[in-house]
């Protein structure tokens, strides 16, 4: 007992530091080259399954489906191949329970032959679907939920929605999705419910623009229709939004919103939405974020700060100078943390707002492998932007709100993403939370960036972290930066995957070296250390 009293007094005496760090826990490798694609890779309730399409040897067109899989130690599979019909190419995917569904297209027209390939995980057999009396649209999404995919496009600059059964072949159009001035922002299925929920922003002849959620049945039958708008204030206008998962048939939908046809940033909108499509909405400004300027250095946040009270004392309107585009929302029983990533456009003060998936809630490219043309990769990019544009976006913060059930702040803080410059709007890094501890990881010049926040307050930021192995007795030779992806996984757990060469020993005792596709499976955690050790360290 004595020795308890005297641990405990020396924690209080003795000041600690919480010290944050990622660990390298498991690691899995299928054999690459390195102009190869790189694998895709999906969570599964069990692991992961990673997926591409190889050629054949030497001029051939023929094309190869490979994918394997692995659990949660990263323990792997052989791979699987599943031959491909000569010049097609993949242009879609989705996991729909054991079946793993990729959609082919002969060529670049939109018009052109379309084949899905379902595989049954469990045996490995492989059922072709063919495509038929579908519309010519340029596809966005492509989604399977009990044998019915759910095609999304643009035709015509419209949106459009079909839904394909894929045991009779029959197709049906969506109806009240193809009109002018429509954009949608999230397309979400919901297993359980056997619904799919389609969040899109229009506008109508007065160039007034609202939010629309619009729930349907796999029959196409329109279950439910939500226009969110700022009530009592048609001075603001809601551009975007996230859609959270049905609780009890109630929902949250969250994002930027702003002045109309003046700022588009002036805060975040919280809206409950019940389950007979009543809502409430509570709106965030500058005011209520008393900590947003903390990626900034001490100097300028407090002349920012300054400033700020200076036009809430004065009653001005608050306006976000760049753009605040919301990422993520992770709800827990009680909470909402919502990420956002600030940033400055190239192409103006303000990004564009009529584009489609402008929250980055585009499923093509999961696990941060967003915007990616490049060697080795998919031809998918960002929708709604011009690839010959050459924008580029310098991402000054990430900014962080707990919310409780009704909306209200709990914390806010920001991290600084040190002006970091891309040529991709897309999502900039990946979260974990639980409630207490947020861990926050990107990917910068073949590192990963290590920031922690307890409960709202920052105990780690940028800390960099080299890439490694788990084998102590190999090194890496090569890392094909533009194959790497980052995501969270679960719990505290992310998934790192890409290309490397690997040095190691041969049976002969001679070095080799081989070119690999892998997994990484990276674990963050905190712990509270003494001052004076973490000192020594």
Request: glycine share 6%; hydrophobic share 35%; aromatic share 12%.
């Amino acid at each position: 007992m004595n020795k308890f009293i005297g641990l405990f007094f020396l924690m209080v005496v003795l000041p600690v530091v919480v010290v944050a760090q990622v660990q390298f826990t498991n690691r899995a490798e299928v054999p690459s080259e390195w102009d190869d694609r790189d694998y895709l890779v999906l969570p599964t309730r069990d692991g992961t399954i990673a997926f591409r399409t190889k050629a054949a040897k030497g001029f051939s067109l023929e094309q190869r489906l490979q994918y394997f899989f692995t659990d949660r130690d990263l323990r792997g599979s052989k791979v699987y191949e599943v031959p491909v019909k000569d010049y097609f190419d993949l242009i879609g995917f989705d996991l729909d329970e054991e079946y793993l569904y990729t959609l082919f297209q002969k060529g670049e027209s939109y018009a052109n032959e379309k084949i899905v390939y379902e595989i049954n995980l469990t045996n490995h057999r492989v059922r072709e679907v063919k495509l038929e009396n579908i519309l010519e649209m340029e596809l966005q999404e492509f989604l399977i939920m009990d044998k019915k995919a759910i095609l999304m496009g643009m035709m015509d600059y419209r949106p459009a929605i079909q839904l394909l059964d894929t045991e009779t072949g029959s197709v049906l159009t969506v109806q009240g999705i193809y009109a002018n001035e429509v954009s949608i922002l999230q397309l979400r299925k919901d297993p359980v419910l056997k619904v799919f929920d389609v969040l899109v922003s229009k506008r109508d002849r007065y160039k007034k623009r609202s939010l629309s959620i619009m729930t349907f049945d796999l029959e196409g039958n329109k279950l439910r229709e939500v226009k969110v708008e700022p009530e009592n204030r048609p001075d603001l206008e809601i551009v975007e939004g996230i859609l959270t998962s049905m609780d009890d048939y109630s929902q949250v939908l969250i994002g930027p919103y702003g002045q109309r046809k003046r700022d588009p940033n002036m805060g975040v909108y919280f809206t409950r939405i019940n389950e007979f499509g009543e809502y409430e909405n509570r709106f965030l400004t500058l005011a209520d974020f008393q900590h947003f300027y903390n990626y900034l250095p001490e100097k300028q946040k407090a002349r920012r700060e300054r400033k700020l009270a200076r036009d809430i004392e004065k009653e001005r309107d608050l306006v976000l100078p760049n753009t605040l585009v919301t990422r993520e929302i992770v709800a827990g029983n009680n909470y909402f943390l919502v990420y956002n990533d600030y940033y400055l456009t190239s192409s103006g003060r303000f990004s564009p707002r009529d584009m489609m998936y402008s929250s980055d809630f585009y499923r093509y490219a999961p696990l941060s492998m967003r915007n990616r043309v490049v060697p080795g990769g998919y031809p998918w990019d960002y929708p709604g932007t011009d690839v010959m544009s050459n924008n580029e976006y310098k991402f000054m913060a990430a900014q962080f709100l707990l919310l409780d059930e009704e909306g209200q702040i709990l914390w806010d803080n920001s991290l600084s993403l040190k002006d970091v410059t891309t040529t991709s709007p897309g999502k900039f890094g990946e979260v974990s939370f639980d409630g207490s501890n947020l861990f926050y990881l990107y990917l910068e010049d073949e590192k990963l960036q290590l920031s922690y926040l307890h409960n709202g307050e920052i105990e780690l930021e940028n800390e960099p972290v080299e890439l490694a192995l788990i084998d102590e007795e190999e090194r890496i030779k090569d890392t094909q930066g533009e194959s790497l992806s980052l995501s969270w996984w679960y719990g505290d757990y992310f998934l790192l995957s890409g290309k490397q060469r690997i040095r190691y020993l041969g049976d002969s005792g001679k070095e080799e070296i081989r070119e690999v596709f892998f997994l990484t499976k990276i674990q963050a955690n905190a712990s509270l250390i003494p001052e004076e050790e973490a000192e020594e360290e």
